[in-house]
């Protein structure tokens, strides 16, 4: 079994995230064109602050709202035994009561740092779905199906893990990643106490990485 310094670490920087973001939003405002984003906390908030910029800079100068939930999958919370970190996902903040009306009729982007097992974004659009179903049932039947089919979710993730996921997304979800990576822990820079320090860890990744592929063509020589 891997301990956690075998874990193999890698630093991103803000400036990095900033790019990825800046590079992947005009798709996403073309193919999706979001009216309202969802922040999934405390890792999605710098990424949607970040994407409502190039989004009102590329659309109609129209300044998005960001609502927050927050979930947790790993991070120990109040009343959680130990043994369920990291299988169970827990709401720890959530829409208010009226999530189904905040919802229904936009095109939802959920936005969030990382996809891992993908998990806790199976867990936030299936719940995202509820509220809407659950606001539906104010509605005429007839009109329900339009109304829904007007509901659209998708999802941006900075890093997608390319790894085995353990849960689904629902089929039609618009699914954009800022970028594909190895399964590694992913060290963001939000939860370091040191900047410059963390910084100076990202370029020593990066110089690493680049010796290591170095080696590699050597040896193919
Ligand atoms: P998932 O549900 O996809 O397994 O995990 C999603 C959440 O787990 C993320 O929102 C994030 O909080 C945390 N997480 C997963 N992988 C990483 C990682 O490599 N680095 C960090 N900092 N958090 C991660």
């Known amino acids: 079994m ?3 310094s075998e874990v193999k670490h890698w630093h991103v920087t803000y400036n990095n995230i900033h790019n990825l973001i800046r590079k992947n ?5 073309t193919e999706f064109s979001p009216d309202l984003l969802v922040a999934i ?3 999605g908030f710098f990424p949607a602050r970040v994407m409502r910029t190039f ?8 300044t998005l709202q960001i609502q927050a939930i927050g979930l947790s999958l790993y991070e120990p919370v109040d009343g959680v035994t130990e043994d369920k970190i990291g299988e169970q996902v827990i709401r720890t903040q959530w829409l208010g009561a009226d999530a189904g009306k905040m919802l229904l009729g936009k095109r939802v982007l959920i936005v969030d740092e990382v996809d891992d097992t993908r998990k806790t974004l199976s867990y936030a659009l299936t719940e995202l779905r509820k509220d809407v179903e659950t606001e539906l049932l104010n509605y005429p039947e007839v009109d329900r199906d339009a109304l829904r089919a ?3 979710f998708g999802i941006f993730v900075v890093h997608n893990k390319n790894k085995p996921k353990l849960a689904e997304l629902p089929e039609g979800t618009l699914y ?3 970028e594909e990576v190895d399964d590694v822990w992913l060290d963001y820079p939000w939860e370091s106490t040191n ?3 963390h910084d ?9 990485a680049a010796a290591v592929a170095t080696k590699t063509v050597d040896v193919r020589v």
């Open 2 to 4: 891997s301990t956690e």
């Open 25 to 29: 939003t005009p798709k996403i405002a």
């Open 41 to 43: 906390g405390g890792g």
């Open 55 to 62: 989004l009102r800079e590329i659309t109609t100068n129209k």
């Open 150 to 152: 007007s509901t659209k």
């Open 176 to 178: 954009y990643s800022g």
């Open 195 to 197: 900047i410059e320090e």
């Open 200 to 208: 100076k860890f990202a370029a020593l990744d990066v110089q690493n």
